[in-house]
């Protein structure tokens, strides 16, 4: 509550909200019952709007009748990854939470944060993982482990131990796999 407080004498301080939001970059509405609005998309659902100070009602109006529909969107997809991630899944079904897998990504992320500009964001980093996804085989779903050794071993998907020769194995595979891809990377 204190935080709150601050914030709001700090708001008071500084010409108000609408000045502080606008100073943010933030923007916002007023002299608008938004409880009458939630009321109406409550009992009515979702409904078409626009709200805009740089249009005439006609623009705005021709604007949204050529928008698409909200029902015709499929607003999960836009919001949903495309593939599958084997992070929590039980040790037994994904290598990536055993051991093995543990340690060998822990190395592999030494390495790529060495390659990655001195601030990396998450883009960043998942930009430098996504050169070794292709290659990971960390659940049954994936297939089997090839060329794992550089010289044409293969290992079922769950055949690495957590070991000190497993560990070794893999780590040196992602580490071999990212420095190539790297090099090879267009960006």
Request: some cysteine; proline content about 2%; glycine content about 8%.
């Amino acid at each position: 509550m204190k935080v709150a407080a601050s914030t709001i004498r700090t708001v008071e301080k500084k010409g108000g909200l609408d000045e502080y939001l606008g100073k943010q970059g933030v923007k916002g509405i007023s002299e608008v019952d938004t409880r009458s609005i939630t009321r109406r998309i409550r009992s009515q659902g979702a409904m078409m709007g626009c709200i805009t100070s740089e249009l005439s009602a006609d623009q705005a109006l021709e604007h949204l009748r050529s928008a698409k529909r909200y029902v015709d969107l499929d607003h999960v997809a836009s919001v949903t990854t495309q593939q599958t991630y084997d992070w929590g899944l039980n040790p037994k079904d994904s290598r990536l939470m055993h051991g093995t897998g543990m340690y060998a990504m822990f190395q592999l992320m030494a390495k790529l944060l060495d390659k990655c500009s001195q601030n990396p964001d998450i883009d960043e980093c998942e930009k430098h993982l996504q050169l070794v996804a292709p290659y990971c085989h960390w659940t049954e779903e994936d297939g089997d482990w090839t060329n794992i050794d550089g010289f044409g071993q293969n290992i079922v998907w769950n055949g690495l131990e957590n070991t000190a020769m497993g560990k070794n194995i893999l780590t040196a595979f992602l580490l071999r796999t990212y420095i190539q891809e790297f090099q090879n990377a267009r960006w």
